[in-house]
């Protein structure tokens, strides 16, 4: 046995003891380290569990905020859709008093299965809603409101809601026909004269000899009726093939049926038929010329197949705006030219001016704007007569809102009364070979009215029409048809205005 010396032993434990204390403070130090990262990593935790907790009860409070909004604006919404809707019944109630009895206001559902006008609107015009629901923020709306709104004047709106306006065929058989106009512009109708094709002289003689429409009439002219959105003329003849001269009348004036291109080629969109030369040729040759009409699907008014046709007025609807014509004669003193009758074709007549004014008052409650045309008046004499005035004023009391004559041949001037227009005549257009002046009434109209009226100068000469172009010439023109009108003057640049009358 080995000795080992008491002191080496002494070191042995004290050593061991040393050591032993050096890996107790060593794992102390280890299980310090472990508790701190457990001790972090349970802060951590709670930490993240912290902004959980908050960030879920941030958006709980969000989303609970953003239904409350939502849930406003809905009942805002509706409130405001609601008081809109009702702005918009009363606006439409109010308007239909205005039509003389056409239909009940309150009642007047058109399409009734539909429902109520406000209904049936807000869902017609979808993408305006906001802008109808603008303009009535304050609880009302007017017509005007609503042409802003839609592009639509309240007459538009009211065919459309009828269901006048679904299809080209349907609002055809309620006279109306639609035209896509120069968008942000007023409506142009322009008016002209008498225009007369005779086979047997006249015009087409001409025509036929050099075979170009522009030759005949300026192109300058051409372009202004082409360019139209309305163009209408009166059609003082017939077209057909058939029928014999009336026997006794001095100038009788039938076309061929080819002839009918002529008006297409003039960009002709409305005739008037009430003259004293569409039935020359009979009963067949008028109907002949209604056939063609339709078949070049130019409308008429003032003449038909029975006084229910003759009455009838054309509507034009442009850039939303519903601007209606009529037609009536009062120019024979031998009456060779029939009215309609419930069964018989021939013209509208105003020697009796009250049933004029009766299809006058009843279109006029139906449109924006009536143009009323009277084929009346002395020929040859830029003098008009007193029963032209007259007669003039009743069409205007009747709700026209301007009056324009034909029959003389020869221009004689315009007149305001109360604020009116009446043009007693426009003359021939394209007639025949006299030297004599002419024209082109130009009217732009819009929602509100009248925006402008003007007159284009022209000279019928030697079987054509020719435009003044030469300002002196303009300038002649202007003065002599301000001399023919009595309130009236065409300023330089042919736009007409109301001055106070002048000195006899």
Request: aromatic share 12%; hydrophobic share 35%; glycine share 8%.
């Amino acid at each position: 046995m080995t000795f080992i010396p008491w002191y080496a032993m002494v070191l042995y434990i004290w050593f061991g003891f040393a050591n032993e204390e050096a890996v107790n403070m060593g794992n102390d130090r280890y299980d310090a380290e472990v508790r701190r990262q457990r001790i972090e990593k349970r802060r951590k935790q709670v930490r993240q569990r912290m902004l959980m907790v908050i960030g879920g009860a941030v958006l709980i409070l969000i989303v609970i905020i953003s239904l409350c909004i939502a849930g406003v604006k809905r009942h805002s919404s509706k409130k405001q859709l609601a008081a809109g809707k009702e702005a918009v019944q009363a606006c439409y109630d109010t308007f239909v008093k205005t039509l003389d009895g056409a239909v009940e206001a309150s009642s007047a559902t058109g399409k009734g299965e539909k429902g109520s006008f406000s209904d049936w609107f807000m869902e017609a015009y979808p993408e305006k809603k906001d802008a109808v629901l603008k303009a009535a923020q304050d609880g009302k709306i007017s017509g005007e409101d609503i042409y802003a709104a839609v592009g639509e004047t309240m007459h538009v709106v009211n065919d459309r809601y009828k269901g006048w306006l679904d299809d080209t065929k349907t609002a055809k058989k309620h006279g109306i026909y639609v035209k896509k106009g120069s968008s942000g512009k007023a409506a142009e109708v322009v008016v002209a004269g008498d225009i007369c094709f005779a086979e047997d002289g006249f015009v087409l003689d001409h025509y036929d000899t050099v075979n170009d429409l522009s030759k005949c009439i300026s192109p300058e002219i051409l372009k202004i009726t082409n360019d139209a959105d309305v163009f209408y003329l009166n059609h003082e003849y017939c077209i057909s093939e058939r029928g014999e001269a009336l026997e006794g009348k001095l100038y009788t004036f039938r076309a061929k049926p080819e002839r009918m291109a002529l008006l297409e080629e003039m960009g002709t969109d409305l005739v008037s038929l009430a003259n004293n030369h569409v039935y020359d040729y009979g009963e067949d040759a008028l109907l002949d010329t209604l056939d063609l009409l339709d078949e070049a699907k130019i409308p008429y008014v003032g003449g038909g197949r029975n006084i229910g046709e003759a009455k009838r007025p054309v509507y034009y609807v442009v850039n939303g705006v519903k601007i209606g014509f009529v037609a009536a004669t009062n120019a024979e003193v031998v009456y060779y030219t029939p009215a309609a009758e419930e069964d018989s074709p021939g013209v509208l007549e105003a020697y009796d001016t009250a049933e004029y004014n009766r299809v006058i008052q009843d279109a006029a409650g139906q449109c924006d704007y009536l143009i009323a045309y009277i084929h009346w008046g002395p020929e040859d004499t830029n003098v008009y007569e007193q029963y032209q005035h007259d007669m003039g004023k009743e069409f205007l009391d009747a709700g026209a809102d301007i009056v324009v004559g034909g029959h003389p041949h020869v221009l004689q001037g315009m007149e305001y009364i109360d604020g009116k227009p009446v043009i007693y005549s426009m003359g021939d257009f394209w007639f025949n070979d006299e030297t004599k002046y002419t024209g082109l009434l130009k009217l732009d109209i819009n929602d509100k009215g009248l925006k402008e009226m003007s007159f284009v100068p022209c000279l019928q000469t030697e079987y054509t029409t020719q435009y003044i172009k030469d300002k002196d010439e303009q300038t002649e023109f202007y003065e002599f048809f301000n001399g023919l009108s009595p309130n009236a003057e065409l300023n330089d640049k042919g736009v007409f205005k109301e001055v106070e009358k002048k000195d006899e």
